[in-house]
């Protein structure tokens, strides 16, 4: 599968920036040396809304790249110091029905999991813009094709293919 980053207007730069908060599961071709944005993504968020964005299937990485049970775990322990803003959000848009395309058990366990944890989860909702001056992301609904925008202070997008 060959990655599709231009699917995502605007992500690419974002993702580049490296002190911008947009992340994806590996490190930008232009970056060199030290730098590694990726830990950003669990320790550098402090208040406002985090996203997890799952792309249409195909993709590369289902399961592999699901971090997002690593975060809440991390971002569970900020709050409870107070490093992390108690109404800080984690939503999950995912572009699909499922979590796991192939394996029931597998895609209903995370279903589980992230309701028994509170997560919100949205499903047929597809990143498909990125700006990165205002923070906003664009969202697109998979069913009706009604976009809408939406403010960000964290982004993770597993990159389409």
């Known amino acids: 599968m060959l990655e599709n980053i231009d699917a995502i207007k605007g992500f690419e730069n974002a993702w580049a920036h490296p002190e911008h ?18 830990p950003k993504y669990h320790y550098n968020f402090c ?5 997890f964005c799952i792309p249409p299937y195909p993709f590369r990485g289902e399961v592999e790249t699901y971090n997002f049970f690593v975060s809440l775990d991390i971002w569970s322990l900020f709050k409870s110091h107070g490093k992390l803003h108690p109404n800080s959000t984690l939503t999950i848009l995912n572009a699909n029905d499922k979590f796991v395309q192939y394996n029931d058990a597998a895609d209903q366990f995370i279903k ?16 498909t813009q990125v700006n990165q001056e ?18 960000y202070n964290n982004l993770y997008s597993i990159i389409p293919t």
């Open 21 to 38: 908060p947009v992340y994806a599961p590996k490190d930008h071709s232009s970056w060199k040396g030290d730098l590694h944005k990726y």
């Open 112 to 127: 589980k999991e992230l309701e028994r944890k509170g997560v919100r989860v949205e499903y047929g909702k597809n990143l």
């Open 134 to 151: 205002k923070f906003e992301i664009t969202v697109q609904d998979v069913r009706t094709g009604k976009t809408e925008s939406r403010d």
């Open 47 to 51: 208040s406002g809304d985090a996203y």
